[in-house]
């Protein structure tokens, strides 16, 4: 019904780049305009509590993690339903699994909320 998928993850040197794509798919994306909905990316290290890295509304505002503000840029295509996460300056810190988040951004829809499966990000030092 509802799948995210997402690419672009993988093994990258110490200082190196990476864009992660996440596509959204499914009829409720049809159903309501895809301006309704907020997305994001969150990522998951071992041993520790899946943590947000940044979110994009449907108007287009942006919010970053302390941790990566300045170096990972969130933009959406919403004519694609797909988010991105451009990945600059890249941190062995940065090494998690990166999720993929669509969740309903108004009221009407706010109990909608997506997961993708999750894509790892290695960075080696």
């Known amino acids: 019904q509802v799948q995210l998928v997402e690419s672009g993850g993988g093994l990258v040197q110490a200082g190196g780049s990476l864009r992660l794509s996440c596509a959204a798919s499914g009829s409720i994306f049809s159903i309501f305009n895809m301006d309704w909905f907020d997305m994001g990316w969150y990522r998951q290290a071992p041993g520790k509590q899946r943590e947000l890295v940044a979110t994009?509304?449907?108007?287009?505002?942006?919010n970053y993690a302390n941790s990566v503000q300045g170096r990972f840029t969130i933009s959406r295509d919403n004519a694609k339903n797909t988010v991105y996460l451009q990945m600059n300056s890249l941190k062995p810190e940065d090494t998690a699994v990166y999720f993929c988040?669509?969740?309903?951004?108004?009221?009407?829809?706010?109990?909608?909320?997506?997961w993708g499966q999750g894509t790892q990000v290695t960075v080696s030092s």
């Open positions: 994009i509304t449907g108007g287009g505002s942006t």
């Open positions: 988040n669509v969740k309903g951004g108004r009221a009407a829809i706010r109990l909608y909320d997506y």
